[in-house]
């Protein structure tokens, strides 16, 4: 009873419409301290931080260039042939954007959920679940902007981005991680063991290989381009390369709301599984 009194008084007086549509207890505006407290944590370890920006890089040295060599053009989403190069490393960005938000927000969780029982300590403070969903998704999302930042850098020097529309590739990279970040935490709270994470590789490494990532969409069957076309690393593919390519249009506001949708639904349901696990 103690406990639940506290957190009542450690409501923020100034969260608005956002308190009242979240569950009394769940939500004590302390989410920068779990990042404060992971940015100490990692202070010794940066170069593990940095190391996950260069397997994207890799790929597109390997892939784009070396591969690249052997296919003369590819089919933009404009219709206008591109290089190989300049289709692969808009859709390698999207997919660093996934793979950093989906590892950070899943193996990482699981850890200090399960075994460092990191997260029974936060809710002895004012902290509730969701503020440690949002402050995990947003160390997550702080990993996938430094990843996406440097990839970026690499494309514009070696001459992948061709319009300024390029500029708002970042924030779009943030909005996918975020994505992604929130499904995968969610998805981490019905994990009960080690073993339950090969279902994260069995739908990860799908998404890499078949999201028009190396390939065009128009190469596969018809029954599969449709099954493609609803995955959201699709979506974020699409994204990256119109704004890369300088081929922007209103139907790109359908990604972006596909995007916040999953967003949202994560970030609830990850909230409301913490609570239920650590509280319950």
Do not use: C
Not at 40 to 46: F, H, K, S
Not at 184 to 195: D, K, L, N, Y
Request: aromatic fraction near 14%; hydrophobic fraction near 60%.
């Amino acid at each position: 009873m103690t406990q639940t009194l506290d957190r009542e008084r450690a409501v923020p007086a100034s969260v608005g419409l956002l308190w009242r549509v979240i569950p009394p207890g769940l939500y004590g505006g302390k989410a920068s301290v779990l990042v404060e407290r992971a940015a100490v944590v990692n202070r010794r370890a940066w170069f593990v931080l940095v190391g996950g920006a260069f397997e994207p890089m890799l790929f597109l040295w390997s892939l784009g260039l070396g591969f690249g060599q052997m296919v003369s053009a590819v089919t933009g989403p404009d219709g206008q042939p591109i290089s190989y190069a300049a289709f692969v490393a808009p859709a390698l960005l999207a997919a660093s954007a996934m793979n950093g938000a989906v590892y950070d927000a899943t193996f990482n969780v699981f850890f200090k959920f399960k075994y460092l029982k990191l997260y029974d300590a936060m809710l002895a403070t004012p902290m509730g679940p969701m503020d440690i969903a949002i402050g995990e998704i947003a160390w997550a999302l702080l990993r996938g902007g430094l990843y996406s930042a440097g990839f970026l850098a690499v494309m514009l020097g070696m001459g992948l981005i061709v319009s300024p529309w390029a500029l708002l590739a970042l924030p779009v990279a943030l909005l996918v991680a975020f994505a992604f970040a929130a499904v995968g935490m969610a998805a981490t709270t019905f994990m009960r063991s080690w073993q339950d994470f090969d279902l994260v590789q069995l739908a990860v490494l799908p998404l890499f290989l078949f999201s028009t990532t190396f390939y065009p969409l128009s190469v596969y069957p018809g029954w599969l381009q449709a099954v493609v076309s609803w995955t959201p690393l699709y979506h974020a593919i699409e994204l990256m390369r119109g704004l890369t390519l300088g081929v922007v249009g209103w139907g790109m506001l359908g990604h972006v709301a596909y995007f916040a949708v999953m967003a949202a639904v994560g970030t609830v349901v990850a909230s409301r599984r913490l609570g239920k696990l650590l509280l319950g």
